[in-house]
């Protein structure tokens, strides 16, 4: 009996501590919850009344806001996705406490009526994966603490009123693998520092106000599938390290104000599907290394000063269906190896 009674003795200590480290943890889960109750019901009295009346299961009723409509949680009770897509939320992110939600992986409101700035505080959302804000009405200027997110793969920013430069910050964010600013307001120079993204699968920067050079750097995204930088006001020549993107599918920097030679490397693009130089200013001759390019269904040049032949290694083009060079100084005759009747 004595032995039994020593080892109670040693093993009471230990339940002492198993005990208040689990009631400790409850006891945390149950703050944490409490706190994400208030803020998120907080944010919601902010909004236009009219809008409040559209989240009827955002209420003290529920225990938990793991139940309402648009809130997912982790098994510890946490907010983890708050995704209230094309629901007609009208109001801004100012009330949005940020600060209580340390474990937000997944943030989705496009296609709502939110207005106002991005706030700076949202690089508190340190373990933020997805981060959709498209189709609202948002203003302002791309605040440079988004380069603090390390862990976010989705930016979408598409379709807002945002104005100001692109934050050369975003280049920080090397987890990155789909980045959507396009029809905003945005201008000045595109950062060199996007060049550094090398998960990189879609950037999509067009219709916009940008201007400067395309930067070499974008030669280092290895990994691009789609580059559309279409409908700004770029000026300066296309950078020959766009050859490097053996992978991209589609390249799309028509109606800017580039200028110089095409060049030859773009004939490496062995992935390319639809390529779109159009209304643009360049110049000299079409590359015959575009011969190679067997992929390529839509290639589009129109609206530029080309001049020269035709070059014949087009008709190489076997999967070509749309084909526009009007509006150059191009001479001489179709050359009969391009197929007229599959065009």
Partial sequence: MAKKSDLEVLLFPVFLVLFFTIISSKTYMVSASIEETNALLN?????????????????????????????????????????????????????????????LKYVGLSMNSL??????????????????????????????????LANLQFLYLVQNQLNGSIPHEIGRLKSLEELD????????????????????????????????SIPQ?????????????DTNSLTGRIPTTLGNLNKLTLLHSFQNNLSGPIPHEIGNLKSLVSLSFSL?????????????????????????????????????????????LSQNQLSGPVPEEISISRL
């Fill in 217 to 229: 750097e974008f030669g280092n995204l290895k990994n691009l599938l789609e580059l559309y930088i």
């Fill in 280 to 324: 643009n200013n360049l110049s000299g001759w079409i590359p015959s290394s575009f011969g190679g390019l067997r992929n390529l269904t839509v290639l589009h040049l129109y609206e530029n000063q080309l001049s020269g032949l035709i070059p014949k290694e087009l008709g190489n083009l076997i999967s070509l269906t749309d084909l526009e």
């Fill in 115 to 148: 207005f106002g700035i991005i706030p700076s505080q949202i690089a508190i959302l340190s373990k933020l994966i997805y981060l959709d804000l498209s189709i609202n009405h948002f203003s302002g200027q791309i605040p440079p603490e988004i380069g603090l």
């Fill in 181 to 212: 600013l396009s029809t905003n307001q945005l201008h000045g120079p595109i950062p060199a520092s996007l060049g550094n993204l090398n998960n990189l699968i879609y950037l999509y920067l067009y219709n916009n106000s940008l201007s400067g």
């Fill in 43 to 103: 944010w919601k009295a902010s909004f236009a009344n009219q809008t409040q009346t559209l989240l009827p299961s955002w209420n003290l009723l529920s225990h938990s806001p793991c139940t309402w409509f648009g809130i997912s949680c982790n098994s510890a009770g946490s907010v983890i996705n708050i995704s209230i897509t094309s629901f007609g939320l009208n109001g801004t992110l100012h009330e949005f406490s940020f600060s209580s939600f340390p474990n």
